[in-house]
Structure formats: structure tokens, C-alpha cells
């Protein structure tokens, strides 16, 4: 069974551009949660959708979005970047059986540059 | 609030050395989930032990045992006759029922562990 898939691995992009990062989830796996991981601040929570509707959501400003599609793979976009979005961005998934705390399994993240 | 404190930034022992990393968490709720995942220079979290809170039993799997203690909000993790491909950087998290349905983790700052040859 394929784990999670994060494209791209690397990214490098200038101040003001947007970006997309892709996540494609276990086979069968409902939910997908984004966590950006950096430095300074460590491991934090973006948000997590299931059934392509968002259910929480990390403390974040409006410029990172995402999004689910009904085959469960998920994409996460930053608008107007900054240079401290500059980060690992890990994708993870669960099976959603019991729907809450369970056990995830992490992409190997897209590590993004902002210039 | 909710938190999740690892206050040994970095760990270096020699091959065959045992090792704790230790976590201390903060929270409200009656109801948590409590986990360690590990993260090898490949970059992937891998999960390595979920806990609930009604659940103070130690846990063993193979070189590695789980100390939770519901008294003082610790859950450390102990690695026996560590190997050099135990190096990572491992990452206790807590997970609130009370949030509602959710997957969100807070974690900790992480302990870098470097096993020497």
C-alpha cells in the first residue's frame, strides 16, 4: 500500500507569489491534516479536512488555504508569501474510522523556500 | 492551555546505552490522547505509540517502553540498548477529545537523539 505522496518535495518561490502543495492520502483514508514545521516555531497545525469539509483549523492568517476533493486527496495554498512561510509543510492522513485522535500517517512534506 | 513541554533539546549516547526522553503536558480535559511519533532525517513522522488517559499502563514493544503518569502529566519514553539507527528526532503530542472531532495534535519541541557507534 502506497504511504502518503506529498508533491512537490521542494519548492523555492519569491515574496507576493502564491503557491500549491499537493497530498494524496492513503488509500481509504478520510482525513488529511497539513502541519507546517519550522525552526523556530516547531510542529503546528494548518487545519484538517474530512469528507472534503474542513473540521478544525490551526491559528494561522487567512492567506493558507486548503482544500479537499471527493478522492480524499487534499492541496493547501499560500497567497502573498512571506519569507517566515518558509517551512516543511507535512501532509498526514488517518482512516477516520473512529473520526477523532487517531493515529497518523505523515507524507515526507514539501520544503518550501520563500525568497 | 494546552502544551506540550520536551525539555531535552538534544541527547547523545553511545551504542547499547539506554535513553528516556521525557515529555510533560498541560491540559484541561479529562479526556486526551497522548502519542510519540519519531522523525528520521528522511523528514516523515512515524508513529510509534498512541495513549488515552484512562490508560496509565507502562507499554513495552520491543526496545521501547512508554512511562505514562497521570499524577505529574508525564509520558516519557525509554529506548533500551539503543542502536545508531534510533537517531532522529522524536516528538511527544497531545490530543484533546473535548475539541470536538478532530485529529489536531499539539506537539512538543522535539529531542534530537544522536546514538553514537
Known amino acids: 500500500k502506497a504511504g502518503v505522496t506529498q508533491t512537490p518535495r521542494y519548492l523555492i518561490k519569491t515574496r507576493g507569489q502564491q503557491v500549491t502543495l499537493s497530498c494524496s492520502p492513503i488509500s481509504g483514508h478520510r482525513s488529511v491534516s497539513w502541519y507546517q514545521q519550522t525552526p523556530g516555531q516547531g510542529l503546528q497545525f494548518l487545519f484538517e479536512?474530512?469528507?472534503?469539509?474542513?473540521?478544525n483549523k490551526g491559528n494561522f492568517p487567512g492567506r493558507f488555504s486548503g482544500r479537499q476533493f471527493s478522492n480524499s486527496r487534499s492541496e493547501m495554498n499560500v497567497s502573498t508569501l512571506e519569507l517566515g512561510d518558509s517551512a516543511l509543510y507535512l501532509c498526514?492522513?488517518?482512516?477516520?474510522?473512529?473520526?477523532?485522535?487517531?493515529?497518523?500517517?505523515f507524507g515526507s512534506g514539501t520544503q518550501l523556500s520563500v525568497l | 492551555a494546552q502544551k506540550v513541554t520536551q525539555a531535552q533539546t538534544e541527547i547523545s549516547v553511545v551504542e547499547k546505552e539506554d535513553v528516556t526522553l521525557d515529555c510533560v503536558y498541560e491540559t484541561r480535559d479529562t479526556t486526551y490522547y497522548l502519542f510519540w511519533y519519531k522523525q528520521p532525517p528522511s523528514g516523515e513522522l512515524v508513529f510509534l505509540i498512541r495513549?488515552?488517559?484512562?490508560?496509565?499502563q507502562n507499554e513495552i514493544s520491543g526496545r521501547y517502553s512508554w512511562n505514562f503518569q497521570k499524577s505529574t502529566s508525564s509520558f516519557n519514553f525509554t529506548i533500551t540498548a539503543s542502536q545508531v539507527v534510533d537517531s532522529a528526532v522524536y516528538f511527544c503530542a497531545l490530543s484533546e477529545v473535548s475539541r470536538g472531532a478532530t485529529n489536531k495534535l499539539i506537539f512538543g519541541t522535539g529531542t534530537l537523539l544522536a546514538v553514537q557507534p
Open positions: 479536512y474530512f469528507s472534503e469539509t474542513q473540521r
Open positions: 498526514a492522513s488517518s482512516l477516520a474510522v473512529e473520526a477523532v485522535n487517531e493515529k497518523l500517517f
Open positions: 495513549r488515552n488517559s484512562f490508560d496509565e
